[in-house]
């Protein structure tokens, strides 16, 4: 087991390199992307994109101190933060060694030993709250696209981003109807899912939600807020993005239209989760799709690396953290590093039906 999560994170590190290499490769060859690096950039602007992306990931860690509290966990704001800025730490790590959600999973498991389903719980749902946002926002972003903002683009670029806007549609709709169908009462206590549990690759996806679901399946009042919660946030991401763009020294007629960055940034976010590289990759492309013609083809590549700055330098509150409690934190990442990648939602147990609210 120790071998195979040695070439996994080797495999890792391998990909990302060669992703970064890549785009970094084909960047270096376009004169448009050297002037754009050393042209003027609007500072004061610039400078307002790091508190604005704190502020979301705040929000973000507080989004789940509200599902654990929900719960009856003991967990304090302070502990919350503690934990949530640990695991935004550990997914910046080398290449995602240690799961984020994993740590801070540990963490809450540590306060609450008799109390893992719940715990667990509320760290994916948290993740599946942001997520589903993500592609709420995407998909309300792609239904108001002005029509002269596609007109801008070339022929197949414009036929790239309707894609995209129906894909995004498509997939808020059907994870929408999802949403709704396991909040029906009775829905998540059918024996089907514990057939579906053994299905390879989507059973020990669907048993976690069903779990989680059932957990939480009295407070759809608290699921909405966290929905609600989670736009605002993607929102704070969105216009981080946004501002990068009016700020880095671009020439107005190659900028992407605002409303085209709002449906292409969740995308990128989401491939955000794999690897590091695959955002890089996916925000160069589809902003090179979005971008007027003539408009410098790694656009979004320097943004990708501006954006990367900023997440670095939020994750230095949790190296603050780390060296307030070197010992602690080893030990806790080391406990999140063998946890086994299909880690069952309560260790093997039938979720509780109780929730402690």
Same mark, same amino acid.
């Given at each position: 087991?120790?071998?195979?999560?040695?070439?996994?994170?080797?495999?890792?590190?391998?990909?990302?390199l060669?992703?970064?290499?890549?785009?970094?490769?084909?960047?270096?060859?376009?004169?448009?992307?050297?002037?754009?690096?050393?042209?003027?950039?609007?500072?004061?602007?610039?400078?307002?994109?790091?508190?604005?992306c704190?502020?979301?990931?705040?929000?973000?860690?507080?989004?789940?101190?509200?599902l654990?509290?929900?719960?009856?966990?003991?967990?304090?704001?302070?502990?919350t933060?503690?934990?949530?800025?640990?695991?935004?730490?550990?997914?910046?790590l080398?290449?995602?060694? #240690?799961?984020?959600d994993?740590?801070?999973?540990?963490?809450?498991?540590?306060?609450?030993p008799?109390?893992k389903?719940e715990a667990?719980?509320? #760290?994916?749902?948290?993740?599946?709250?942001?997520?589903?946002?993500?592609l709420?926002?995407?998909?309300?972003?792609?239904i108001f696209?002005?029509?002269?903002?596609?007109a801008?683009?070339?022929?197949?670029?414009r036929?790239?981003?309707?894609?995209?806007?129906?894909?995004?549609?498509?997939?808020?709709?059907? +994870?929408s109807?999802?949403?709704?169908?396991?909040l029906v009462p009775?829905?998540?206590?059918?024996?089907?899912?514990? !057939? !579906?549990?053994?299905?390879?690759?989507?059973?020990?996806?669907?048993?976690? !939600?069903?779990g989680?679901?059932?957990?939480?399946?009295?407070?759809v009042?608290?699921?909405?807020?966290?929905?609600?919660?989670?736009?605002i946030i993607?929102?704070?991401?969105?216009s981080?993005?946004?501002?990068?763009?009016?700020?880095?020294?671009?020439?107005e007629?190659?900028?992407?239209?605002?409303?085209?960055i709002?449906?292409?940034?969740?995308?990128?976010m989401?491939?955000?989760?794999?690897?590091?590289?695959?955002?890089e990759?996916?925000?160069?492309?589809?902003?090179?799709?979005?971008?007027?013609?003539?408009?410098?083809?790694?656009?979004?590549l320097?943004?990708?690396?501006?954006?990367?700055?900023?997440?670095? +330098?939020i994750a230095?509150?949790?190296?603050?953290?780390?060296?307030?409690?070197?010992?602690?934190?080893?030990e806790?990442?080391h406990?999140?590093?063998?946890?086994?990648?299909?880690?069952?939602l309560?260790?093997?147990?039938?979720? +509780?039906?109780?929730?402690?609210?």
């Open positions: 087991m120790q071998l195979k999560k040695v070439l996994a994170t080797l495999v890792k590190v391998a990909l990302s060669a992703l970064i290499g890549y785009l970094l490769g084909r960047a270096a060859g376009d004169k448009q992307f050297g002037e754009l690096v050393a042209g003027p950039k609007n500072w004061p602007l610039l400078a307002c994109t790091l508190p604005l704190l502020l979301a990931v705040t929000v973000t860690i507080l989004r789940w101190h509200l654990v509290r929900a719960l009856g966990l003991s967990f304090t704001v302070r502990e933060l503690r934990a949530g800025y640990l695991g935004y730490l550990a997914n910046l080398p290449f995602g060694l #240690v799961a984020g994993s740590l801070k999973a540990v963490m809450l498991i540590h306060r609450n008799r109390r389903t667990v719980a509320s #760290v994916f749902v948290d993740r599946v709250l942001g997520l589903y946002a993500l709420l926002l995407a998909a309300i972003a792609s696209l002005p029509a002269e903002q596609l801008r683009l070339g022929e197949a670029d036929a790239t981003i309707t894609r995209l806007c129906w894909v995004v549609q498509i997939a808020a709709l059907v +994870s109807l999802g949403f709704f169908v396991m009775g829905v998540t206590h059918s024996r089907l899912w514990d !057939l !579906l549990e053994h299905a390879p690759l989507i059973g020990p996806v669907l048993h976690k !939600l069903v989680a679901m059932r957990t939480y399946r009295r407070r009042d608290l699921l909405l807020v966290g929905v609600g919660v989670s736009l993607h929102l704070c991401y969105v981080t993005v946004v501002l990068m763009t009016l700020a880095i020294g671009i020439a007629s190659h900028r992407p239209a605002i409303g085209s709002f449906i292409i940034v969740p995308p990128s989401i491939a955000g989760a794999l690897p590091i590289g695959f955002y990759v996916a925000i160069t492309l589809l902003f090179r799709a979005a971008s007027p013609p003539g408009a410098p083809p790694n656009l979004g320097l943004i990708a690396l501006a954006y990367r700055l900023i997440q670095i +330098s230095s509150i949790g190296v603050m953290y780390w060296i307030a409690g070197r010992g602690e934190v080893r806790l990442m406990e999140a590093e063998e946890l086994p990648p299909a880690e069952e309560n260790g093997g147990e039938r979720p +509780s039906a109780a929730v402690t609210a």
